[in-house]
């Protein structure tokens, strides 16, 4: 019996682990201004909210705006201001300064089987 409620520890520590993770790569990746490495987790389309433009963008294209936005703004420092999750939804608010501005920044990220996959990023200045 005391096997069994170590083994159940065991698997909910290691499940609880696999939810953060997919947000802690997308931050890390924000921190450095890797758009490649933040792809990784997108779903099959992206809701990217920009100060000038907000759409629903397909992996690849999601990809392109975000490189572009971090070319375009050099990253300097992104510091997790609020995280959560509900319901296997996950999100993460900070924010991003960069050499040409602050921007609060809001990751959107939903469990679909045993990953988590980036729904939403939204850029506010």
């Known amino acids: ?3 069994i409620f170590t083994l159940i520890a065991v698997s909910l520590g290691l499940f609880s682990f696999s939810l953060s993770a ?23 389309t992206v809701d990217i909210a920009l100060p000038a433009k907000t759409s629903s963008y397909s992996k690849s ?11 375009t703004n050099q990253v300097r420092s ?36 045993d990953r988590q996959y980036l729904q939403e990023i939204r850029f506010e200045s």
């Open 61 to 71: 294209q999601a990809e392109v705006i975000l490189r572009d936005f971090f070319n």
């Open 22 to 44: 997919g947000i802690d790569d997308v931050v890390s990746a924000f921190k450095a201004g890797n758009a490649a490495q933040a792809a990784k987790f997108f779903d099959n």
């Open 1 to 3: 019996m005391k096997k």
């Open 78 to 113: 992104f510091t997790i201001l609020h995280q959560g999750n509900r319901g296997g939804s996950e999100y993460c608010i900070g924010t991003l300064v960069t050499k040409n501005g602050t921007f609060r920044t809001t990751i959107f990220m939903k469990q679909r089987g």
